[in-house]
C-alpha cells in the first residue's frame, strides 16, 4: 500500500501585540500522512518556566473543540470523517500575563460515492460476501484504483457494553484504538470479496479505495457483529418514566424514574450547570434531593436490562429558583368561621365561632399549627 510523506516546516515569526512578551523563537511543524497528522512546537520562548501552552482541533462539521494532549510539545491525530478542522496552538506567559495564537486548517477529502456493502451466508454465519462501490467520476475499467479490507478483532472491543458498541463513532476509534498487531485478523485486496471468519464475535473492518495514479485514498470503519445471538429478549422500554412533585420545600425534589420492574436498575447522575460539576449519583428508582443552590440541574439517568442484556440513557432538567434559610418559609392561615349548631331535636341555637387555626412550614419540611381561640 503506497503512502505519502510530507513534511511542512512552518517557521513562525511573531511580533507580540503586548511588548513584554517576544515570539520570535516560537516555531510550529507540521507532518501529515493521508489523514494522519502530527504538530510539533519548540523554541527557545518554552525554555522559561513561565510559558505554557495547549493544543485544541475545532471541528467544523460538530461545531465542537477537542483538548489534545502533548508529548512535550508533540501531538498526534488521525482524522477518520471527510470535512474541515482547525488546530489552534495557544502559547502564553503566565507571569507577564500576554499570549499568542497559531492556526493550521486541515481539509479531510473523500472520494464520492465510497460505500461497502455485506451480506451473510444462509447456512454459515461466518462467511461474509463483501463488496466496495466503484468512484464516482472513475470509469470502472480504471487500472489506478486499488481496493483493501482490513479486519481487527479483540479486547478493546469485546469488553464494550452494546451500547459503547452500537454507539461507537468512527473518532472514537481513531484516537482511542492503537490497531495492535495481536488483534490483527487480515487484509484483502479485491473490489468484491468472499470470506470467512475463523471465531464469532465484534470486528472491525477498515474499508480503502487507494487512487495509485494520483497518490490519494479514502477509507471508512465498519463495525460486524459475527455470529450475533439473538436468543436475549428484546428490551422493553416503556415502563421508563422520569417524574417529580412539586418541591416541598422550594429545594427538595423527589424525582420518580418509572414503573416497578424487577428487571431494570438505574443509576442517575445530576450535573450542576453552575458549577459545572456533577454533584450526586442515586442507584434508586425513587430518590430525594435536597439542592443546596439556585441554578439549573441535568439529570441524566442509566436504565439496565438484566433480563434482556442491554441498556439505554436519558435525561431531563429541573431549575431551582429559592434557597430557602433555616426560620420559616411560610404560613398557612385560616380565618375564623361563623357555623350553625342543633340542638338534639334538630333545632337551631346561638352561632359559634371556629377557632384561629395557623400553620407554619419550615424549611426541613416540618409543620407547627398554632390555634387561637
Sequence with gaps: ????????????????????????????????ERNYYKWYVSGKVLDDTCVDWMFMVYDFQTKKTDTLNDNRGLVEVQFNKKGKYKMYLKVWNKCLKCDTTLYREVNIVQFPG???????????????KFELSYIKGFSVKDTCMDYYLMFYSG????????????????YQIGMEYDFPDADYLGYTETRVVDYTFKNSG?????????????????????KLDVCKTTTKPRCDWSKLGFGYGKPMPCNVYKFELGSIDSCITYTSYIYSFKTGK????????????????????KVYVIARNKCGGCDTAYSNFVTVTCQPTSGINEFIKSEPKLISMYDMLGRPVHNARENEITIYLYSDGSTRKVIKK
Design 1 to 32: 500500500m503506497k503512502k505519502i510523506l510530507m513534511l511542512l516546516m512552518l517557521l513562525v515569526s511573531l511580533a507580540s501585540v503586548n511588548a513584554k512578551c517576544n515570539w520570535s523563537t516560537l516555531k510550529l511543524q507540521q507532518w501529515n
Design 114 to 128: 465510497a460505500s461497502v456493502s455485506s451480506t451473510i451466508n444462509a447456512l454459515n454465519c461466518k462467511k461474509y
Design 155 to 170: 479486547p478493546w472491543m469485546a469488553k464494550m457494553t452494546q451500547s459503547e458498541w452500537d454507539n461507537l463513532t468512527d
Design 202 to 222: 465484534r470486528v472491525l473492518m477498515i474499508a480503502q479505495w487507494w487512487n495509485k495514479c494520483i497518490a490519494q485514498d479514502t477509507f471508512m470503519f465498519r
Design 278 to 297: 456533577w454533584t450526586d449519583t442515586f442507584t434508586t428508582r425513587t430518590f430525594t434531593k435536597v439542592f443546596t443552590d439556585t441554578g439549573r440541574y
